[in-house]
């Protein structure tokens, strides 16, 4: 049963992240250009949003299906990771124009070349696996 | 009806992302899409030579039926929700599009890059592998990507989601503004 909510859920995230065109290479370039509100207006209105919905669940100690506790596990701190990470997943996300959600969003919707970028993000996942105990964090 | 065939307003959009990640944390599980990357590489056997890939993926596949829905998401989005036509974005992007060698009369993503006719050569392949590197390696370095970091991070206002969302920028702004020149 739950599964069968969990597959709902990820159709309706698909097609929230298709009619909204965040997985649009032209809405990110655009972005990045500073040419229209429509990125930052989806992040900003998700953002607050997302932060009402967490601090209800915050104040009213509301529980999940199961009854257990909702805990939202903090990142650990640091700035090095975060900042060069970022830094490296922001150039390949205005590269190609998509982050991970819209990838698989891309293949769904029959652009066969995005399997290509996938393939990459595999590969670039395993990279950093490999040389995880090397790197800064 | 017809509002759904449209391409939805930044406004009802957010807000969906927004619920998207409530239902999530309603159900005991987390909005976050790149550690599926993780996953998948776990189940092609990474885990035998690398610790990080060796957890207990079960625990985390979940999220690849999440990820089967986005995928299949997609397909209804593009093929019954609409025409599959270029987003509407502003005059100036568009008339800085030609620089670019990509057409102001354009699909849902650019054709240059993501139709079967113009992948075949080595630089379309060079981009679109080298994108995904480098997605793939700064996702998982800086922890999450755009839903894990900019949506539920900065939902529950952590500090290390606000430096990777400025990192993801930089990074974006970067690519966009100094190397595009360079690669287009």
């Excluded at chain 1, 989806?42 to 009402?52: D, E, R, S």
């Excluded at chain 1, 990838?103 to 399997?115: N, Q, S, Y």
């Excluded at chain 2, 080595?122 to 590197?133: C, D, N, Q, R, V």
Aim: proline share 4%; glycine share 12%.
């Amino acid at each position: 049963m739950k599964r069968i909510v969990l597959l709902i859920i990820g159709i309706v995230f698909g097609i929230i992240m298709y009619k909204s065109e965040a997985a649009s290479w032209f809405r990110i370039y655009e972005m990045f250009r500073f040419e229209s509100i429509h990125m930052y207006g989806i992040m900003g209105v998700a953002v607050g949003f997302g932060i009402l919905f967490v601090q209800l669940i915050k104040r009213f100690n509301i529980k999940s299906v199961d009854g257990e506790p909702i805990k939202i596990a903090p990142k650990e701190k640091s700035f090095t990771r975060y900042m060069v990470g970022g830094i490296i997943f922001g150039l390949g996300w205005a590269l190609v124009g998509a982050c991970p959600g819209p990838i698989f969003v891309m293949i769904g919707a029959g652009f066969v070349p995005m399997l290509i970028v996938f393939i990459g993000a595999l590969i670039g996942t395993y990279i950093y696996g490999v040389l995880r105990d090397k790197l800064p964090h | 009806m017809d509002f759904l065939f449209k391409p939805w307003p930044w406004y009802i959009s957010g807000f969906l992302i927004a619920l998207t990640m409530f239902v999530l944390l309603l159900l005991g599980k987390k909005f976050g899409m790149s550690s599926n990357l993780r996953t998948m590489c776990t189940i092609c056997g990474a885990g035998k030579k690398t610790s990080f890939f060796n957890f207990d993926w079960k625990a985390d596949s979940w999220n690849l039926i999440v990820v089967l829905g986005a995928v299949i998401g997609g397909y209804i989005g593009a093929h019954f929700l609409s025409d599959g036509s270029m987003p509407d974005i502003s005059e100036a992007t568009r008339a800085s599009l030609d620089s670019l060698g990509i057409s102001e009369n354009n699909a849902y993503l650019p054709q240059e890059l993501f139709s079967l006719d113009n992948v075949m050569n080595l630089k379309t392949i060079a981009i679109l592998l080298g994108g995904g590197l480098l997605i793939g390696f700064g996702t998982r370095y800086a922890g999450g990507c755009t839903s894990g970091h900019a949506i539920s991070g900065l939902s529950n206002l952590q500090l290390p989601s606000l430096i990777a969302v400025i990192g993801f920028f930089i990074g974006g702004l970067i690519m966009v503004h100094l190397l595009y020149p360079l690669i287009f």
